[in-house]
């Protein structure tokens, strides 16, 4: 059997340069190095780092990345990873992080062995507990799955391969993890997610219309089901289900258009919108979205109504946050 070689990046002693969370490139010096239990899909690998900061801090960091550079080595899975983190950073801002989502530390995506860092996942996945979770524990795992898929939808993104691996659980929280391959809302459907899991219009030959933020209500509503009742996913039947759960689930396996929102799930549960109300926008991207429809009305002034203002934005007051990570080698891009 051949040992992997453990990547440089990693090695005890190591500097590691990468960017933060709010795109500001910071070094941390590798202190410690353990195995990761729970290894992501080939063909990445991940590892446990301790990093320490000059300042005196410390990180415990989850180090994901390519298992073997060259074609196939999983560089949109994690520029997939490093989109939604950051997203769902600039919707949080300076306001605390959901627990029920994994959090993006930092990540380095141009280099020659790029990474993302990803702080240590809460709970182990659901699939270890399929069937065995307590009827007082049923609950909780509702409101915190699709709270999760609240924040996601609201910064602007999909999971799109939500699953019995990719949900955690530690009795008292869920946790959404593994977005290799999410995908930002308005962007063309794709084959995404594994079966059973998989949604009907993410599957090979049905694929179509553009992704939303609710495109992962049909995948959680069939783990809540299984999560709840113990059976299959492919007996995920709300004929006979207790009536809390058919209430809850109903219309959440019919056509995507006519399928509940995460808010009106949330609501069935009686839970509040985790999601707080008048979020300011991120300044640097408004700016660009005044200037493209300023340079639109000036090019083609019959496409945009006399009424449409162009407000003069502030400059950014702070580094800005990059919208998506390029691919190896190519400078950083905005999604038009």
């Given at each position: 059997m051949?040992?992997?070689?453990?990547?440089?990046?990693?090695?005890?002693?190591?500097?590691?340069?990468?960017?933060d969370?709010?795109?500001?490139?910071?070094?941390?010096?590798?202190?410690?190095?353990?195995?990761?239990?729970?290894?992501?899909?080939?063909?990445?690998r991940?590892?446990?780092?301790?990093?320490s900061?000059?300042?005196?801090?410390?990180?415990?960091?989850?180090?994901?990345?390519?298992?073997?550079?060259?074609?196939?080595?999983g560089?949109?899975?994690?520029?997939?990873?490093?989109?939604?983190?950051?997203?769902?950073?600039?919707?949080?801002?300076?306001?605390?992080?959901?627990?029920?989502?994994?959090?993006?530390?930092?990540?380095?995506?141009?280099?020659?062995l790029?990474?993302?860092?990803?702080?240590?996942?809460?709970g182990?996945?659901?699939?270890?507990?399929?069937?065995r979770?307590?009827?007082?524990?049923?609950?909780?795992?509702?409101?915190?799955?699709?709270?999760?898929?609240?924040?996601?939808?609201?910064?602007?993104?999909?999971?799109r391969?939500?699953?019995?691996?990719?949900?955690?659980?530690?009795?008292?929280?869920?946790q959404?993890?593994?977005?290799?391959?999410?995908?930002?809302?308005g962007?063309?459907?794709?084959?995404?997610?594994?079966?059973?899991?998989?949604?009907?219009?993410?599957?090979p030959?049905?694929?179509?219309?553009?992704?939303?933020?609710?495109?992962?209500?049909?995948?959680?509503?069939?783990?809540?089901?299984?999560v709840?009742?113990?059976?299959?996913p492919?007996?995920?039947?709300?004929?006979?289900?207790?009536?809390?759960?058919?209430?809850?689930?109903?219309?959440?396996?019919?056509?995507?258009?006519?399928?509940?929102?995460?808010?009106?799930?949330?609501?069935?549960?009686?839970?509040?919108?985790?999601?707080?109300?008048?979020?300011?926008?991120?300044?640097?991207?408004?700016?660009?979205?005044?200037?493209?429809?300023?340079?639109?009305?000036?090019?083609?002034?019959?496409?945009?109504?006399?009424?449409?203002?162009?407000?003069?934005?502030?400059?950014?007051?702070?580094?800005?946050i990059?919208?998506?990570?390029?691919?190896?080698?190519?400078?950083?891009?905005?999604?038009?």
């Amino acid at each position: 059997m051949t040992t992997r070689p453990e990547p440089p990046t990693t090695r005890p002693g190591t500097v590691l340069r990468f960017r933060d969370r709010h795109g500001v490139p910071v070094e941390a010096t590798v202190t410690d190095r353990r195995e990761d239990p729970l290894q992501p899909a080939p063909p990445l690998r991940s590892c446990l780092l301790t990093l320490s900061y000059a300042d005196g801090g410390r990180h415990e960091a989850r180090h994901v990345g390519p298992a073997a550079p060259g074609p196939g080595a999983g560089y949109d899975a994690l520029d997939n990873e490093i989109l939604a983190g950051l997203r769902l950073s600039r919707l949080c801002g300076a306001g605390p992080y959901p627990s029920e989502v994994s959090r993006l530390i930092g990540y380095e995506a141009d280099g020659e062995l790029p990474f993302v860092l990803l702080a240590p996942y809460r709970g182990r996945p659901v699939g270890g507990t399929l069937g065995r979770i307590l009827p007082s524990e049923s609950l909780p795992f509702q409101r915190s799955l699709l709270t999760g898929l609240r924040w996601t939808s609201a910064a602007g993104i999909a999971h799109r391969a939500l699953s019995p691996e990719t949900v955690h659980w530690d009795t008292v929280c869920a946790q959404i993890t593994g977005f290799t391959e999410a995908a930002p809302a308005g962007t063309p459907r794709s084959v995404a997610g594994a079966p059973p899991w998989w949604a009907p219009e993410q599957r090979p030959g049905q694929a179509g219309g553009v992704v939303t933020g609710d495109d992962d209500v049909w995948a959680a509503g069939r783990l809540i089901f299984c999560v709840a009742t113990g059976r299959a996913p492919e007996r995920a039947d709300l004929a006979d289900a207790p009536p809390d759960l058919a209430r809850l689930l109903q219309g959440v396996f019919g056509p995507p258009e006519g399928r509940p929102s995460v808010r009106e799930l949330l609501r069935r549960l009686d839970a509040a919108d985790p999601v707080p109300r008048g979020l300011s926008p991120d300044v640097a991207l408004e700016r660009g979205r005044a200037d493209f429809f300023a340079l639109r009305a000036r090019k083609h002034p019959q496409t945009v109504p006399a009424a449409e203002p162009e407000p003069a934005w502030p400059a950014p007051a702070g580094p800005t946050i990059p919208d998506e990570p390029s691919r190896r080698g190519r400078p950083w891009r905005r999604r038009r």
